[in-house]
């Protein structure tokens, strides 16, 4: 196996936020609908969620990067057919022109599932017969008195069987989300609503060919990757066979290992961006100083890999959605603070819908972040910007850690 190559951590640090598009290029930056396209296929998927205490989670990823970003832009894009939902990262938004890669996870998930699908045979057939005759269908059009134990169920049998049908065809590919209205979805037979030509390409793919598409994928959507994620290549290959996969693409040459002074963990690249890598000079610290303040979503496409984020940028992060209060340390929403090349601390936000308020419940700087009146200032536009995305007419800060940031803020 090639011996790894040395690189200094801020440069990979930089290149990862350039090829995340988290530094602001005035030559190649564009807004609007097509923009928000082109980002996701840049960026080759963006992950999907429901929970709102602000805006969802894909909205937030694109607004952080596509200036005038608006949500209707995402749900226009899936019902034009540009892009797909299904289970990469998790469940995401991939453009179109993937689907037939996905072969692979589609027939791993319909196997796992089918049994699950038997269950309810009866559920299953009246829904694809509806599918076929009446065309795309709102999750409101099937009901059922029918309780069945669903995903989030524990002892007591709570979902609608319908309910539970859509999600189990949705999950194995036999039937996709094509519209998008409000939180409704609207589903549609998957046979009848992928383009023919990527429909007859998924058909001849064979499954090989879809694993290594799909490792490929998720190498650049990671940029700098470790084959020890288990979600590595997104297609559930347990340790030895990742571990092999890599191998076999660093004696190809296609593949370079990394080595970063005082990080333990050893990383690879492609060896097309480890060349783009060397090519690039470190950016100046005037020019980092430059950049605005980005609150970045718990989801977002930097922060998939929590270990890299330690590595790299010195920064330990968890979601606390799902963290009991009395454990939590930032709040269940805090949103990582981005400037420059540096993770610098969080802000968690909550949105009062009726009053047109945005409450910063937290706002919180690590102890290293030195405070300046320019930091303090972009810190200020940012919220502006955060909150007039979410329609917010006023913002009040409920705490601030360190408190003497009270003071430089109420300065300006």
């Known amino acids: 196996m090639e011996k790894a190559q040395t690189v200094d951590r801020t440069r990979v640090r930089q290149f990862l936020l350039k090829k995340q598009q988290l530094f602001t290029n005035p030559n190649t930056e ?5 923009a928000a396209l082109r980002m996701v296929e840049h960026l080759e998927c963006v992950q999907l969620d429901p929970v709102s205490v602000v805006e969802r989670n894909q909205h937030l990823v694109l607004a952080a990067r596509v200036p005038g970003y608006r949500p209707k832009y995402l749900a226009q894009h899936l019902s034009e057919g540009k892009l797909f939902e299904f289970w990469a990262n998790a469940a995401c938004a991939i453009p179109m022109r993937d689907y037939p890669i996905f072969k692979a996870i589609r027939m791993r998930r319909l196997n796992h599932i089918q049994p699950h699908l038997e269950a309810l045979r009866a559920v299953q057939e009246m829904i694809l017969d509806r599918l076929r005759k009446e065309g795309p269908l709102p999750s409101r059009a099937f009901d059922s008195e029918t309780k069945v134990h669903g ?25 996709r989300v094509v519209q998008r209205e409000g939180v409704e979805r609207y589903y549609h037979l998957t046979e009848s609503s992928i383009p023919l030509p990527l429909l007859e390409a998924d058909q001849k793919m064979e499954m090989e060919t879809s694993k290594t598409a799909l490792v490929n994928k998720y190498m650049r959507a990671y940029t700098i990757f470790d084959p020890r994620d288990a979600r590595f290549g997104w297609i559930n290959a347990p340790a030895a066979e990742r571990r092999a996969e890599i ?44 950049e605005p303040v980005r609150f970045l979503a718990p989801l977002d496409n930097l922060l998939w890999s929590r270990d890299r984020l330690v590595d790299l940028f010195d920064f330990h992060y968890r979601w606390e959605i799902y963290v009991p209060k009395a454990k939590r340390k930032f709040g269940p929403y805090a949103m990582p603070i981005l ?9 968690n936000p909550s949105l009062d819908r009726k009053n047109k308020g945005l409450c910063v419940e937290l706002l919180q700087l690590e102890p290293s972040v030195k405070m300046t009146q320019a930091l303090a200032e972009k810190l200020k536009k940012a919220l502006h910007d955060f909150s007039m995305f ?15 940031l009270l003071r430089t803020l109420s300065a300006i």
């Open 390 to 404: 979410h329609g917010a007419e006023n913002v009040t800060i409920a705490k601030i850690e360190p408190a003497s």
């Open 151 to 175: 995903y989030w169920d524990n002892e007591k049998a709570t979902t609608k069987a319908t309910s539970h049908a859509l999600n189990l065809l949705m999950d194995a590919g036999i039937i």
């Open 247 to 290: 191998e076999h693409r660093v004696d190809a040459g296609t593949v370079v290992p990394i080595e970063i002074p005082n990080v333990r963990r050893r990383y690879y690249m492609t060896s097309e961006d480890f060349e783009a890598l060397q090519a690039v000079e470190p950016i100046a610290q005037e020019e980092l100083e430059q």
């Open 339 to 347: 400037y420059g090349d540096r993770l610098i601390g969080r802000m």
């Open 30 to 34: 564009h807004s609007g609908k097509e």
